[in-house]
């Protein structure tokens, strides 16, 4: 039975989004205007007839949307697979996956740390960047994080190219206009394969459901493809809709109806196939054996699954797609696995449930229950690692974060995601041997060396432990070195041990002690692989020994490097490309420009500005030549603000900076909402549309969601203005002022300010016993820093708290 729903979902909550009623006689919507100076840059996507009109040197976000990460080789071996039952070399996995909106979807990253930090790469072979709508664009390419993210893990990435039913506002036209030709060119495939090479991904998704075709059309369609691959390295994978009789008619196998768009005799037309979500045992039985006729390997067929509604809920007949004790009969397809962070509410919640959605109820790939109707993909898909070349750095960075940390300093506070910024995650997520009491491994988000995040090892100690981290192929030279960064509540020995196995004999760790920590900052302990030079270093692990009932170590930095760290040369021509007023007189925002540093040992650029005091707020960072900044503020009434940008090499050495100077105009205002678009932190929220960010954002009008909601037992909201500001007053918008009942309205809360990320707060206002659904509260202080805490968030014993938008006013 033909299922179309699934993979029209994205589409019909787009459409009901922006007001467009799915129609078949639906116009395209017209390119959006060219980008004001300074303004936000957006990932691209058109419409046949409007790429035809693209080009990266007239397009003004073209450059913001550009990946600087090469794809990545990756390695596994059989014999380091976590699971024994997982295999190698056989099944693969591909992921549809739907990070933002087809419109409006930022090319960098942005201030709200609530985003989809995919984090299980060692998994996943391919990634389809999921979108398109008939009510904003048919053609999506993939924005410039997601890319570089995947690539730095030897992942491809596909744009899609999405051509939806006439119900849900597909014209045949449009893949007229698709296969269109030129003489004996396609002018619409070159502007793929163009797009593809310019913005630095892999090839094209084709989702073709809209019916009323031909077998002309669908000859067409075919010819397009065959033209590309013949021309271009550009992959494609062929969704399972579209026949060669021209109808839309769901296999749900590979058979002669749509074999040609897979092998067409001699001719490669697309380099896998996502077959439909209907498959039985026998259609993938001759799925199999006709990819094989066809001289392709089944392992180019990803039999679908949809767990976009239900997550790991999904029923699966997995023993057909991976049978026990034989080699897997086809790869894997995930229809929209974010599912884990769509149905979280928090960050915490996300995290648990990615872990059992790709590795299983006990958290540990090693340990999965094949009897479960959800045993976890790593009980069939063994990992694959991407680190086989030196140097090697993480810094257990996801990509997201409630403040940035550089080298160690608190260098800006305040929510953030940007994938670019993502290391390569641990390969086993968690393998941890021991004889005796098990240490807990996490992801920490409340301290970090560099970035977001840290590995910390909690738990009893009373045996030795051995955390597997990372699989590898890296060979040792007389020179190299292993740095391990790491952080103890007190001065004292750190118990930790450095542990490497080598290819020769890949399941027996060799240990380096790290020693002690002379208190209880950030240190840095390097340790000497010479004598183990000529060997080739399998695995990365860490091993604690000792007793201690209440261990608990942060891991901020594991480097693996040859020499020395690198300086890395300073960037130059720093420009302001354009700037805007985000508040006149007060607030712009820019975009900038520069020439990389020459060397090709650049990991990513960071931008800051420079502060009366000295020190420097953190703007932003990226790989790229170009960067966004979504938000500079005035610093009182000063006339102008430096801006530095210094790389960083790829073992995090620094460079000298370049600079620049940005001008301000006019008189700032004496009084304006500070917190407005500002970083935003908070104890949780009740769903991913939630967040604290909601509480910012200028509006009350949204609708319900248009709120900072939580269930949290403590429940509170934090906002960093970026410098220290007079601020004259506080409002508070309640569930009421969003339109709900006022049985919601905040009954008691405070507010609290602190002028410095490092001291105390100081409570300014107390209010209990509120009914208002605004509340107004004048204040006379200085503050960097505001926080909202609620003490009893409703009128009754409702547990939630709703807050439409905080606001400190000042200058």
């Not at 919507?29 to 080009?55: C, M």
């Not at 549809?96 to 201030?111: E, I, W, Y």
């Not at 630095?200 to 989702?207: E, H, L, Q, R, V």
Request: proline residues 6%; aromatic residues 10%.
């Amino acid at each position: 039975m033909s299922r179309r729903l699934p993979l029209l979902l994205s589409l019909a909550l787009a459409t009901a989004a922006l007001g467009v009623a799915p129609a078949a006689h639906a116009a395209p919507v017209p390119a959006p205007p060219a980008a004001a100076p300074g303004n936000q840059p957006y990932a691209s996507y058109w419409y046949p007839s409007t790429i035809l009109n693209w080009d990266p040197a007239t397009d003004p976000d073209a450059r913001f949307n550009r990946s600087r990460v090469p794809l990545q080789p990756r390695t596994s071996d059989p014999a380091l697979a976590a699971n024994p039952n997982a295999r190698a070399g056989e099944g693969k996995i591909a992921s549809l996956v739907s990070f933002a909106p087809t419109s409006n979807n930022p090319s960098q990253g942005s201030a709200d740390p609530n985003y989809y930090a995919f984090g299980y790469w060692q998994y996943v072979d391919k990634l389809v960047f999921w979108g398109g709508s008939a009510g904003e664009g048919l053609i999506l390419a993939p924005n410039p994080t997601v890319i570089d993210a995947a690539h730095r893990n030897g992942v491809k990435v596909y744009g899609t190219v999405f051509f939806p039913p006439a119900a849900y506002g597909g014209q045949l036209q449009w893949v007229r206009d698709f296969v269109q030709k030129s003489g004996d060119h396609y002018p619409v495939a070159d502007k793929l394969v163009q797009a593809a090479r310019y913005y630095g991904f892999d090839g094209w998704f084709i989702n073709q459901e809209t019916g009323g075709g031909d077998s002309g059309l669908a000859t067409d369609v075919r010819d397009l493809m065959q033209y590309t691959k013949a021309r271009s390295g550009t992959d494609f994978m062929w969704y399972d809709a579209m026949t060669t009789s021209g109808a839309v008619d769901w296999q749900n196998a590979l058979t002669s109806a749509n074999s040609p768009f897979l092998q067409d005799g001699p001719k490669r037309t697309s380099d896998s196939m996502f077959l439909n979500f209907g498959w039985t045992p026998d259609g993938l039985d001759s799925s199999r054996a006709l990819a094989r006729q066809l001289g392709r390997s089944e392992y180019d067929l990803y039999s679908g699954i949809d767990t976009e509604a239900n997550g790991y809920n999904t029923s699966v007949d997995w023993n057909t797609l991976f049978p026990a004790g034989q080699p897997h009969t086809t790869s894997l397809g995930l229809y929209r696995p974010e599912w884990t962070w769509k149905s979280a509410t928090d960050r915490a919640d996300f995290y648990a449930k990615d872990a059992r959605y790709w590795v299983g109820a006990n958290n540990d790939p090693s340990n999965t229950d094949l009897s479960s109707g959800w045993p976890g993909l790593a009980g069939y898909v063994a990992e694959s690692s991407s680190i086989t070349a030196k140097p090697f750095v993480t810094n257990f960075d996801t990509g997201q974060g409630d403040f940035y940390n550089a080298s160690g300093t608190r260098v800006a506070t305040g929510g953030w995601n940007n994938l670019s910024l993502q290391d390569v995650p641990p390969t086993y997520r968690w393998v941890v041997n021991s004889n005796g009491s098990k240490l807990s491994p996490s992801i920490d988000f409340t301290d970090s060396y560099q970035g977001g995040s840290s590995l910390r090892l909690t738990g009893t100690l009373d045996s030795a432990n051995t955390v597997r981290l990372y699989q590898t192929s890296l060979p040792v030279a007389a020179n190299t070195k292993l740095d391990l960064v790491v952080k103890t509540p007190a001065a004292g020995p750190t118990k930790l041990k450095a542990a490497v196995s080598f290819t020769d004999t890949p399941g027996s760790f060799t240990t380096v002690d790290v020693g002690d920590n002379a208190g209880a900052g950030w240190e840095r302990h390097t340790l000497d692989l010479s004598p183990y030079a000529g060997r080739t270093i399998s695995q990365l692990a860490l091993q604690v020994d000792g007793s201690d009932p209440s261990y608990d170590l942060r891991v901020g930095q594991v480097a693996l490097y040859d020499g020395s760290v690198e300086t890395p040369a300073a960037p130059s021509g720093l420009t302001v490309l354009g700037a805007s007023d985000v508040t006149a007189g007060a607030t712009q925002s820019l975009r900038l420009s520069w020439t990389a540093a020459p060397g090709g040992n650049v990991h990513h650029y960071e931008v800051y500005r420079r502060n009366a005091d000295g020190s420097r707020t953190f703007l932003g960072a990226t790989p790229n030549d170009v960067y966004f900044v979504g938000r500079l503020d005035r610093a009182g009434t000063e006339t102008g603000t430096t801006l530095d940008v210094e790389a960083v090499s790829t073992t995090y050495g620094r460079s000298d900076v370049a600079s620049t100077a940005v001008s301000w105009n006019g008189t700032p205002s004496t009084s304006t909402n500070l917190a407005l678009n500002r970083p935003a932190t908070a104890s949780g929220r009740c769903n991913a549309d939630e967040g604290p960010a909601k509480a910012v954002n200028g509006s009350v009008s949204g609708g319900t969601s248009d709120k900072w909601c939580t269930l949290t037992s403590a429940k509170w909201l934090e906002v960093d203005l970026g410098s220290a500001k007079q601020l004259n007053k506080f409002v508070v918008k309640h569930a009421q002022a969003g339109g709900e009942s006022a049985s919601y309205n905040t009954r008691d809360f405070s507010i609290q300010v602190r002028s410095k990320t490092t001291d105390p707060w100081t409570t300014v206002t107390t209010v209990t016993g509120n009914t208002a659904g605004t509340t107004t509260h004048p204040v006379n202080t200085t503050a960097r820093c505001v926080r909202l805490v609620v003490t009893k968030p409703t009128q009754s014993t409702d547990p939630a708290a709703r807050i439409y938008e905080f606001e400190a006013w000042g200058q």
